[in-house]
């Protein structure tokens, strides 16, 4: 029985790196590209001094970015680094894995053909990351990262080829300091998949109120990549409300278990945990209030 429930473990750790590997790689490549060819001077002239404008444009630019939550992490770091404020740096991180293209079209096949369900998701997802991007603009001052990441200037004037070549080490050393974070995720997740029961969740999801957060508390157990997350919430709709499938689509990509060690790898604990109990609070809320 044992070594059957470890097979499946196996399975799903596996299946989880396959589907996130990919899109953490795109990350790290643009957080070296960023690194080589963007200065602190060109992203000084893109943000707007404004904190409000500062945040809008970055939850606009998220919407456009085809990310993961495991991919955005290390592109919002470096993002911190070459001088975006922390708010508007993780307001582009939240809406990145929800809102852009691939996610919202994903969505709308999942659902029959629904609008509806797409527009819940990105415009209840819009909302969430401006509002936690203002009330960071209040609280936190600093960057917030562990360990301050420090440019180098010089490599701006090496030519195209040096560049290139700062770029692919940039790559290979970031992809190892974000894929240990990504394996323990994974295994937690795999784990958590095989040993807790879905039955257990659905059967106190029956509330009006607690199926929001049971749906919610699922998909940050089953770390889902949010290229997939709708075809398994459509699964959901004979069991729970249209309120809880919103709910179910718009936390688990801002939150997982995967990108949660991932966040605490690179910023304080102190702030990840209020970072995540304002998004769980206006997820809550707002799908609540929006969708019921």
């Known amino acids: 029985m044992f070594s059957q429930s470890f097979l499946q473990m196996n399975t799903i750790f596996i299946s989880i790196l396959i589907e996130a590997l990919p899109f953490v790689l795109i990350g790290v490549i643009i957080s070296s590209v960023l690194q080589m060819f963007v200065s602190e001077e060109m992203v000084a002239k893109i943000i707007p001094k404004n904190k409000f404008l500062s945040v809008l444009l970055a939850v606009t630019l998220g919407a456009l970015f085809p990310g993961c939550e495991c991919g955005i992490v290390p592109v919002t770091r470096r993002l911190i680094a070459k001088g975006v404020p922390l708010h508007a740096a993780i307001g582009f991180m939240l809406t990145g894995p929800v809102i852009n293209p691939i996610v919202l079209f994903s969505t709308y096949v999942a659902f029959g053909n629904s609008w509806s369900m797409v527009l819940y998701r990105g415009g209840i997802s819009f909302l969430v990351a401006i509002l936690v991007g203002a009330i960071l603009s209040f609280q936190f001052k600093d960057s917030q990262l562990k360990e301050e990441l420090h440019d180098h200037h010089h490599h701006h004037n090496d030519g195209i080829w040096g560049k290139i070549k700062g770029t692919l080490q ?94 605490l790898g690179v910023f304080k604990k102190k702030f990840v945990f209020y970072l995540f109990t304002y998004v769980s609070v206006l997820v809550f809320l707002l799908t609540i209030l929006i969708v019921h």
């Open 170 to 263: 940039h790559t290979i050393d970031e992809f190892f300091a974000v894929g240990k974070f990504l394996v323990l995720g994974a295994f937690v997740a795999a784990a958590m998949q095989t040993f807790v029961k879905t039955s257990t969740l659905t059967s106190l999801g029956h509330g009006e109120y607690s199926s929001s957060i049971v749906m919610m508390a699922l998909t940050y157990l089953l770390s889902l990549c949010s290229e997939a997350d709708a075809f398994i919430a459509s699964s959901f709709r004979s069991t729970f409300s249209e309120t809880a499938l919103v709910a179910f689509l718009v936390f688990g990509p801002m939150f997982d278990v995967k990108n949660t060690l991932m966040l």
